[in-house]
C-alpha cells in the first residue's frame, strides 16, 4: 500500500506540478484528477489509441471555449463528439457575440423582460440568437445538404464558418470528424430545418452512427475523455459497445450521481459489465467534479507534459 | 404566510392522501412533491392545455413501465418525448425479455464474464439484445421507411409491436405522437440503420422538429411533466422558445444540480428567464428526487384524483 | 436472478402496498427504499434488536415533527441520537411558535428586512427565538446540572417541557435515551450555557459516550436509521466501532455522495470495512432521497405492518 | 455586463495565474472558485478582519494536512474550528501512522478482514488507532482537565504533540484558538473520556461557546472559509447569529446540495436571510467542488499573491 503523502503547494506552484503532487498527496477527488491527468497522457502517446472526446454541458457559456480549441489544435482529439448546444453557443462566439457573467441569485422575471437568458451564473441576451440565424441562414444558402450524414453537414458547414477560431471552424479545417447526433435537438438544428424547406435535401444521422462504428473498429486501441455525460457519453460508449471492443483508457468528469441510473452519472466501473470499458482495464477513472474547474487543470496539465511537441490527431482520411 | 402543520401519518394512509398531507404538512422534497401533484392536476383538467411529458434515464430498467404505460392509458400524456434507451429498454421487455436485480456492490469484471450488464443496482443480460434484434429487423422489414420522420417512423414501428402493453406499442395504438430526437444513439438507432443498408430509405429527424413546433404553436396553453432532463427536457423546452410561447405548467423530477450549468440539473425559475416558462406562471416545481420513487407517487395520487373518469388525450388528428 | 416486475400503481394505494411494489417491482432509489422498509420491519420485530435512530438536518422545519413523535409512540425507537437544532427547532414548536412555507427563489436581503430567517423553501421568524430564551430559560432555573451528562440534563429538561407533544418532552416521559454530543452548537446550547453563568454547575459530554457505549455492548443485536448523517450517525457508528460489535441491521437516508469522503454521504457498505455495520449482513441499505420524503413513507408504511400492535421501546433501566 | 473571456491556458501556467484567468474566463464553478480566492485575498488583507476556518470531513485522509498546516503558518486562519475527526486523523499522522491509497471499487468485507479502514479511495489500518491509544493516553496523564473548556484543553493537549508538525500542534504553539465542539463524538473524544475515569476533571464545552462569542464580539470585521459544513460550519455561523454581527466575508467548498434543507448544502445567500452573513455584502461565495481540489488551488494562489510577506493571525491574548 502507497502512503498519502499529503500535497505540498508553493507559491507559483504550476497546475502540471500540483497534479503530479495530488498522485500520492492526495485521495477523493484530488486523487482521482491526478489519475485522470496520467490516463489521458497514456492515451494521447499511446500509437495504437484513437482518442474520443464527447462534450456535453454549457461548456462554452462556461468559458471553455478556447480550452477545446487548443485541444483540437495540439491533437489531443481524433473523433469530437458533442451536443447541439455545444455547436450553437460556439456559433454565437464565433459569430461575435458573447455569453456575460451574471449571479444565480437573481429574479429570473426580470431577466426575461431584459431579453437575458440565464445560464447559472452566466447570461445570454436574446439578441445574439437574431444575430445567429442571418449568419447561419447565409452559410446554409451555400451547403450542398443532399445525402449528407451529420459529420459531413458539421464538417462542410465548419469550413465556411470565418472565424477560424472556433470549435466547429477548427474541427473541419482539420478534418477532425465531429459527431452531434441530436443535432437536431438545438438552435442550430431548428435552423438547418429551416433552411431546408422547399430544397430536396436531406441529412440522415443514421449515416453517424455506421462512420462511427468504423473508426471505433479500426481503432487497435480506444480511448475517452467523456465531459459531462448525456448524449455524446453514450454514443461514444455504444461504438464501443457494437463493436465489441472496450475501451482502453477512459476518463469522465461529471457531477451527476450513479443511483438514480441515468447514464451522464453512471461510473464507468458499471461501464465495464457493458464492455464499453474493457474489463481489464486499470486506466479508468471518474473525476466528480465541476468540469468548468478540472477541464483546464486537465489540459494545462498535458500542456507542461507535452512542452510544444504536440501530438497530431488521428487521420480517417477515407472518411473525407 | 402559512404554517408547516407537521405530516400526519396513519396506518393504511393511501398515496393521495399523503401527498394531500405534504401540502402543508411538509417542507423541502415533501412540500416539492405536493405541489407537483397540483400542479399535475391542474395541467390534466385544463382543457386548454398539451401536456408534454419528457422521459430520460433508465426508466424501464428501473421498473416504471407500467406506470408509463398507464400514463399513456388514462390520458395524462399527450405528447410523448424520450431517449432511445426507453425505447430500446421498452422493446426488451416487449419481446419477453427482463431486467434483474441485483446490486452496486460487485465486481464489473465478474458481470462483464456472465455477459451481464449493470444499471447501478439493476442487471440486463446481454443475450437480451441478440433478440432483440431478431425481433427488431422483422419489423424493420415491414415498415416503410421512405421520407418518414421519426415521429412517423416510430408511429408505424409501434403499430408493429406484437405486446400491445409497451410504451411504443401503446402510443402508437393511441396516436399519441413520439419524438425521440436522439434516436440514432440507441440500440434500436443501430439496428434500424443496419436494416436500411441498400435500400433507399431515410428517416429524417428534422421534420420532427416541424412537427413538435406545431403542436407546441396550435396549442392554447402548454404544460410539461419532465423526468431526468436530457435531451426530451431540452427538446420540449426548445419548441416553448422558438414558439414563443412560455410553458403555463411545469414539472421537473431530477437528481442533477444547477451549479455546473447542464441542462438536466437547470432549475425551471431559470426556464423562465428563456422564456421556455411563463415568467408569470405559478405553477412551476422542481422537485429533487429519484424518478423511481416520485413518479409512482404522483401517478398514483393523480389515480385518487381522477377516480376512472380519465382524461381523453388530445389529438393531432392531421399529424397522422 | 430475480425479474424486475414493474410497479403496478391502482388508485388509493395505500403507502406500505406501494413499498412492497417496489420490492420486485423497482429497481434504483425505489428498490432501496424498499428494502429500508424490509429491513427496518426487521430490526423492529427482532427482540434482541436496540433501535438506534440518528436524526440530523432541518427535519423539524421539513414538517417531520408529528412522524418522529409517532415513532417515539410507537417504539419504533430506542435511542434517540441529534443535532442541537432538532432540539431548538423541536422546542420552537413546542413553545407554540411555528416554521412557515416559503420559497427558494426569493431576495435574501429582502427577508432579513423583514426578520424572516430561511432554510431553502421554509422560514423562521426571528422572534420565535426571541420566545424560545424566555421558555427556555424559566425551565432551566428548575433543572439541577450539577454533574448531569447531557442525556440526563435532556432527560430532566424534558421532563419540563409543557407541551407534551414534543420530541423532547416524549423522549423524557417515555426514559427514551436521548443523545445530542453537539448540543453545544446550537441555540438551545447557547441558552444553557447563558443560564448557568454565576451557576456551580457542569454538564459534562464526555459522559454521554460512556452510556451510549454501555448500551451498544449491552445490546445482543443492533439496528440503526440513521437520517441525514453528520454528528448522529457519526456517534451511533462509533459507539459500534469501539464496542467491536457492527450493526446487524442498517438504513441510512441521504442526499449526500459519497466520493468527497465525509462521513455523511459515506456508504455503509464502507461502513463495514470498519465494522462499524457486520460485514456479514446483508440488512442494510443507503436510500438517497430527500428525507421529508422517504421518512413519512417509510414510517407509514411501518404502522400498516404492525397495524396497532406496536413494539415497546427497549428500557435501559439503570440509566435512568 | 462583463464578457465570459474563456479560459487561456498555457504550459507550465501557475494555480494563480490560471484563478486570475477564472475571474472572467470562467463561468459556473470555475467563476465561484476565482471569487473564492479574491474574497480570501480581501478577507485576509483586511486588516479589521477576523479569519474563521471551519473544517469538516475526512481532509487528513484527504491528503490536506500540509495544506491546513501551511494556512496556519501563513496567517491564513485565526480561529480554528474542526471536527472531532480532524483532530484524530491529524494525531494518528503526528505519531507517525499514515493513511493509504485505496480504491472506491473495492469489496468491503475483505477489507474488513484484512483490518484495513475504508474512506472512499482511501484506507487507514485498524492498528494505527490502536498506536493512537497508547499516545494520546500517555499525554492525558500529563494534562489538567480541570475546569478546562474544550478550546483550553486542546491548546494544552497540542502544546505536548510532539511532533510540531501536527494542525494541533501548529494551533497551540502559536496561539491560535481550536475549536471542536463535537469533539465528544471522536475517537480522540473517546480516549479523553477513558483517561478521565477516577479523575476529579471536567472539560466543559459550553465555555467554549462564550471564547467563541467574544472572539466573534470583539472582531471589528469577520471572515469565514467553510471546507465541508457540519458542526464547524454552524458553530461558526451560530457566533455572528447572536452577536448580531453578520459575516463581512464568506466563502464555503461543499458538495452538499442546498434542496433537502440540511446545514452543509445551504447556500451563504440563504445564511444573509439570518444574517449570519452581513446582507449587504458581496463577498459571498458558494464554491460545489471537492475540497481536495478546490483548497490547494485556494492556498497555493493565495501564497502566489502574498508572495512570501505573510499575514500575522491575529492574537486573542486574553484567551490564552
Not at 193 to 213: E, H, N, P, Y
Not at 266 to 280: F, M, R
Request: glycine share 8%; charged share 25%.
Amino acid at each position: 500500500m502507497k502512503e498519502i503523502t499529503h500535497v505540498k503547494i508553493n507559491p507559483d506552484m504550476t497546475i502540471n506540478e500540483l497534479l503530479k503532487e495530488f498522485r500520492y498527496g492526495a485521495g477523493f477527488g484530488g486523487k482521482q484528477l491526478a489519475k485522470a491527468a496520467d490516463i489521458y497522457e497514456a492515451m494521447l502517446k499511446d500509437e495504437e489509441a484513437t482518442v474520443f472526446c464527447g462534450f456535453a454541458g454549457a461548456l462554452i457559456p462556461g468559458g471553455m471555449r478556447q480550452v477545446i480549441i487548443d485541444m483540437l489544435e495540439w491533437g489531443f482529439i481524433d473523433v469530437f463528439v458533442c451536443t447541439g448546444a455545444i455547436l450553437t453557443h460556439d456559433l454565437i462566439e464565433a459569430f461575435g457575440f458573447h455569453h456575460y457573467h451574471g449571479s444565480a441569485h437573481v429574479d429570473d422575471r426580470e431577466l426575461a423582460k431584459k431579453n437575458l437568458n440565464r445560464i447559472y451564473n452566466v447570461l445570454l441576451p436574446t439578441s445574439a440568437y437574431e444575430k445567429l440565424e442571418e449568419e447561419v441562414q447565409g452559410i446554409l444558402q451555400d451547403v450542398k445538404t443532399e445525402s449528407l450524414c451529420t459529420a459531413d453537414f458539421l464538417h462542410e458547414f465548419g469550413l465556411r464558418v470565418p472565424n477560424e477560431n472556433s470549435i466547429l471552424g477548427k474541427c473541419a479545417r482539420k478534418d477532425i470528424p465531429i459527431f452531434c447526433p441530436a443535432l437536431v435537438d438545438s438552435v442550430l438544428g431548428f435552423q438547418i430545418w429551416m433552411a431546408r424547406q422547399g430544397r430536396s435535401t436531406t441529412i440522415d444521422a443514421f449515416d453517424d452512427q455506421k462512420r462511427m462504428l468504423d473508426i471505433a473498429h479500426d481503432s487497435k486501441k480506444r480511448g475517452a475523455l467523456i465531459i459531462g455525460g448525456g448524449v455524446p457519453k453514450h454514443f461514444i460508449a455504444l461504438a464501443m459497445q457494437v463493436t465489441s471492443k472496450g475501451l482502453d483508457y477512459a476518463i469522465q468528469i461529471t457531477m451527476d450521481r450513479p443511483e438514480p441510473g441515468g447514464v451522464s452519472g453512471a461510473s464507468l466501473e458499471e461501464a465495464k459489465s457493458w464492455k464499453k470499458v474493457d474489463p481489464a482495464s486499470e486506466q479508468v477513472v471518474d473525476v466528480i467534479c465541476d468540469a468548468t474547474i478540472a477541464l483546464p487543470l486537465l489540459i494545462s496539465s498535458m500542456e507542461s507534459r507535452f512542452q510544444g511537441n504536440y501530438r497530431t490527431h488521428k487521420k480517417f482520411e477515407r472518411y473525407f
